[in-house]
């Protein structure tokens, strides 16, 4: 290994002191020892602009730089132990959820790979030097003078031999930590907590952690009166068998452990068709789509007289419906549970629309502007986001912080042509309590949003952009 310009000596006994504390002033009060051999240093090159300070053999003296390096890591690792109030690790773990037997149990109820930061100075008090434990020597040896059926977990450096393969695999918890240089001891001493690197490993430590996991998974919701086509949101597993709203005419729980979040409004309508015998013009075969759901068309407008742009409860009236068959055979990778349970507390609705500016890309702030106007509405009430489809991102980032349902709404441009954000806000903010609105001052649609929320009286905020 390199020469060590050495960077710590010995002070006063034991005590550990740094070439960047000696000044020319205080280098004659001390004595200075080696922390590898033990024999006197001095300090050289103090305040120079040419060399680096190091302290220096007084005398010629065979001393390894690698016993210095494991000594002098020993040295700091122990001081902070013993003179701190905590002592953090940080290693990776798998966080599976308890609930084994879950009908929605799919991949997204395993973390892996989660950082889990762990205090051990609440489970050990004594940390010891060169400690003899099974057949082994350990570095540093932590342990609980209290309760000594505590586990202890031992602390190596290395600096050229890493411990052998027989004491890493001994089942002894081991935290086992690279050494090369000066500077990986000085990051030791100054970062918060030693954590799972390719420096710093852990053995023998429990990777797996059970504990009750709480995740999405996808309902469907259809009321009529809110939407012809019903919506598709999230809610809480702990949820999975109540309704989210008393007015819901149908909910379903839809599971594709395969690809979870794939669903789209085709798969549950489907099953309302085959199951609630419910007729709906996208799932018709003589509805042409087009690229936006909101401007398809009907085939047989031309020839029959059918309205060309018709809205979704049309097929209820019409002789001609018929099934697209190629659409039944997409929902075999589905299950759906339909749900029927009232919900577990009757809240009142509070229905709110969240228009977020196309160019808007702060979700912090996003988070925390809907955390201050909704923070009392929440105790009390059952919210139901009004969302655009532009919107969807950040609310799909909240969806995972906050709990509330999802009501999407679309823009009928084939219908409306230029006129459908209008008549599309002026839907919205009918059916709304409250309007959030994210604007620049430009975006024509939020602006025509806000001025309808304020004929209409309902609450609104503008976080201007």
Not at 117 to 135: A, G, M, R, S
Not at 240 to 258: F, G, M, P, T
Not at 261 to 276: T, V
């Amino acid at each position: 290994m390199p020469e060590i310009k050495y960077q710590y000596a010995f002070i006063d006994g034991d005590n550990i002191v740094s070439i960047d504390e000696i000044t020319e002033d205080n280098r004659s009060q001390y004595k200075f020892r080696c922390i590898g051999c033990g024999k006197e240093l001095l300090p050289r090159a103090i305040n120079s602009i040419y060399r680096r300070a190091h302290f220096y053999h007084k005398e010629l003296a065979e001393c390894s730089g690698e016993t210095y390096l494991h000594k002098l890591a020993k040295k700091i690792i122990k001081d902070k132990f013993d003179n701190s109030k905590e002592f953090l690790v940080e290693y990776c773990v798998n966080e599976t959820c308890s609930q084994s037997e879950c009908n929605y149990r799919t991949i997204r109820c395993t973390q892996n790979h989660l950082c889990q930061t762990v205090d051990l100075k609440q489970f050990y008090d004594t940390c010891t030097e060169e400690v003899p434990i099974d057949d082994y020597i350990a570095d540093l040896l932590l342990t609980n003078s209290i309760e000594p059926n505590v586990p202890p977990i031992l602390i190596e450096i290395w600096v050229s031999h890493k411990c052998d393969e027989e004491k890493r695999e001994s089942g002894l918890k081991i935290i086992e930590i690279k050494i090369k240089d000066e500077q990986d001891i000085k990051d030791l001493g100054d970062k918060s907590k030693l954590c799972e690197s390719e420096k710093i490993k852990f053995y023998s430590f429990k990777r797996e952690k059970v504990k009750k996991h709480l995740t999405k998974i996808q309902r469907f919701l259809y009321n009529p009166n809110l939407g012809s086509n019903g919506c598709l949101t999230e809610v809480d597993c702990s949820m999975a068998s109540y309704k989210v709203r008393s007015n819901s005419l149908v909910e379903l729980n839809i599971i594709n452990s395969d690809n979870y979040g794939k669903c789209d409004i085709w798969e549950p309508l489907i099953w309302m068709s085959l199951h609630k015998g419910l007729r709906r013009c996208n799932m018709c075969k003589f509805y042409y789509a087009t690229q936006y759901e909101s401007s398809a068309k009907c085939r047989l407008s031309t020839k029959y007289g059918k309205p060309e742009y018709p809205s979704m409860d049309e097929a209820d009236r019409c002789s001609s419906f018929s099934v697209d068959k190629r659409r039944t055979a997409c929902i075999s990778s589905f299950s759906f549970e339909e749900v029927t349970l009232n919900p577990l507390s009757e809240k009142p609705e509070y229905k709110v629309i969240i228009a977020v500016g196309r160019y808007f890309d702060d979700y912090n702030l996003f988070k925390k502007k809907i955390l201050y106007f909704l923070s009392e509405k929440i105790k009390t009430h059952l919210i139901v986001v009004i969302q655009f489809d532009s919107d969807s991102y950040f609310i799909k980032q909240l969806s995972k912080d906050l709990e509330f349902i999802i009501e999407p709404h679309s823009a009928e441009w084939g219908r409306y042509g230029s006129h459908a954000i209008k008549v599309s806000n002026d839907e919205m903010t009918t059916e709304a309590d409250a309007l959030i609105a994210f604007w620049d001052g430009k975006s024509i649609g939020i602006g025509n949003l806000v001025n309808q929320a304020k004929k209409k009286g309902i609450k609104y905020a503008v976080i201007n952009y």
